[in-house]
């Protein structure tokens, strides 16, 4: 049944429905439920300035689906999603349920430093009656000890078994002063060999025109918020993976990587904004 666009699903205690929530947005990008009329307004905004960022956002969400099935059909069972947003709408306990047989079992850690993120993830996860093999960590991905040294992260992570970290479409928001190949080597060194790193992070793409300008108006916005965005390009991305190999087919688009539907015509002009991959520690 489709969901009445002005209906509002239960808000945790204590989260402010009246505010607009990046997380929330996003969720109604991806066509999800747990979001407000406010945030729905804002994601509206966005949408008449820059036509793409719906469809980039489906793009995103499923690629990560794709590493996710592939992390599966890899044998890995343990999931760490950084900057996870509101674990709805075709996230990683979902594609994981889906998934496996009766009896497999698998772990899932969700981070996100958005409080209104981490209560509505919480409140899924028990809806879901997931508590017991999935759980949010509410931190900062740019801090990666207060993760990985979390009481939540070691409850469920064996860090002696391989690992797929997801960094999906999060790396935007680690400025230069970040260090992003410094912060990601960080995390990658904390993993067994055997272990995934997948990673997409938006781009201009070398694009110029109306589609570009309006990407431009949204990074400006941003700039002007407490969550700056940095865009990069290719020769940017690449060395993130580090020394770990990439799988194929590589540094790719969105789409492109293995790919399991043809585009429709009115989303193809997302093509060019965003960047993915996925490397495995040697």
């Known amino acids: 049944m489709k969901r009445d666009d002005d209906a509002a699903p239960v808000a945790p205690t204590g989260v402010d429905t009246e505010k607009p929530s990046a997380a929330r947005i996003y969720d109604w990008f991806l066509g999800g439920t747990h979001n407000w009329a406010v945030d ?24 990560m689906n794709r590493v996710v099935r592939a992390a599966l059909g890899a044998g890995i069972r343990q999931f760490i999603d950084l900057g996870s947003g509101v674990p709805t709408a075709g996230n990683v306990h979902e594609i994981v349920q889906e998934e ?17 993120a981490v209560a509505h993830a919480e409140l899924i996860l028990e809806r879901h009656e997931a508590t017991d093999w999935a759980g949010i960590v509410h931190a900062d991905m740019r801090r990666p000890k207060d993760v990985l040294r979390h009481p939540e992260t070691l409850r469920l992570i064996d860090f002696d078994q391989p690992v797929c970290l997801m960094m999906m479409a999060v790396l935007h928001f680690a400025g230069p002063h970040d260090d992003p190949p410094a912060l990601v080597a960080t995390y990658r060194n904390a993993l067994a060999p055997g272990s995934w790193l997948g990673l997409s992070h938006m781009s201009f793409g070398g694009q110029t025109g109306e589609d570009a300008d309006g990407l431009h108006w949204m990074v400006e916005q941003y700039r002007k918020t407490s969550n700056p965005v940095w865009m990069r390009d290719r020769e940017e991305i690449e060395p993130l993976f580090g020394d770990w190999p990439l799988l194929e087919p590589g540094v790719v688009h969105l789409p492109d990587w293995r790919p399991v539907r043809e585009l429709r015509r009115d ?13 495995v520690h040697p």
Do not use: I, M
């Open 267 to 279: 989303e193809e002009g997302a093509r060019p904004f965003a960047w993915c991959g996925v490397s």
């Open 40 to 63: 729905r307004e804002f994601a509206r905004a966005l949408e008449k300035q820059w036509r793409w960022v719906k469809p980039g956002a489906r793009h995103n969400r499923e690629f």
């Open 100 to 116: 496996l047989e009766p009896g497999e079992t698998a772990k899932v850690v969700y981070v996100d430093y958005e409080p209104v």
